[in-house]
């Protein structure tokens, strides 16, 4: 079995590429999907960031996300303490889910901060999505609808799209959706021949 790992700053088209190689048959893992759900589930996450952030950022079991975004990415050393609580119980998780999808050629894991987190050491390759950032910044617009400003704050906090593109194994183009599917298409293809 290989693994994958799909990465990308905000708005580059992550979701969209992994919607497309799921429909191709593969399973993808959704680190982002999963962190917010242990979040909100998992006793050592909610110990930790109740400790961090106090008692009040969790409602009725729930994380307020608007509240916890907006110190953390005010401010990088709360971000940072709050991957480090998050990211070691999403990687355990990843390795059973891996583990349960033993009889797949290729498995992805799709992860915004791949490299940041140190989740790259989970996967055989990476793939970074690439889109240029004004393209970025209007998709999260319409998706999210935040400011511009708001956009690039964000941005701001992730790895910068060049050195993603260069830490990457390969690299997708994120501009027109045609061509996307050419591109993972090609992907698969020489993923399953490695």
């Avoid at 590429?17 to 050592?44: F, K």
């Avoid at 940041?116 to 889109?131: C, L, N």
Wanted: hydrophobic share 40%; net charge positive; with cysteine.
């Amino acid at each position: 079995m290989l693994r994958v790992g799909i990465t990308g700053g905000i708005g580059s088209g992550k979701s969209t590429v992994c919607q497309i190689v799921e429909a191709m048959g593969y399973p993808v893992y959704s680190a982002d999907h999963w962190a917010r759900e242990l979040t909100n589930t998992n006793p050592t996450i909610v110990d930790g960031v109740k400790q961090l952030f106090g008692e009040n950022v969790y409602t009725n079991n729930e994380l307020n996300r608007k509240q916890v975004g907006q110190m953390v990415f005010a401010d990088k050393l709360l971000l940072q303490q709050l991957n480090a609580i998050i990211h070691p119980v999403v990687a355990n998780h990843f390795e059973q889910w891996v583990r349960a999808r033993s009889r797949h050629r290729l498995v992805f894991k799709e992860a915004a901060i791949l490299f940041e987190s140190g989740a790259y050491k989970q996967v055989d390759k990476t793939v970074a999505v690439w889109a240029p950032d004004e393209l970025r910044v209007q998709r999260v617009v319409n998706r999210d609808g935040i400011t511009p400003g708001e956009v690039r704050q964000r941005m701001a906090n992730q790895m910068q799209q060049d050195e993603l593109v260069k830490r990457a194994d390969f690299v997708i183009n994120n501009v027109d959706n045609e061509l996307l599917t050419t591109q993972l298409v090609r992907l698969i293809d020489n993923l399953l021949r490695l």
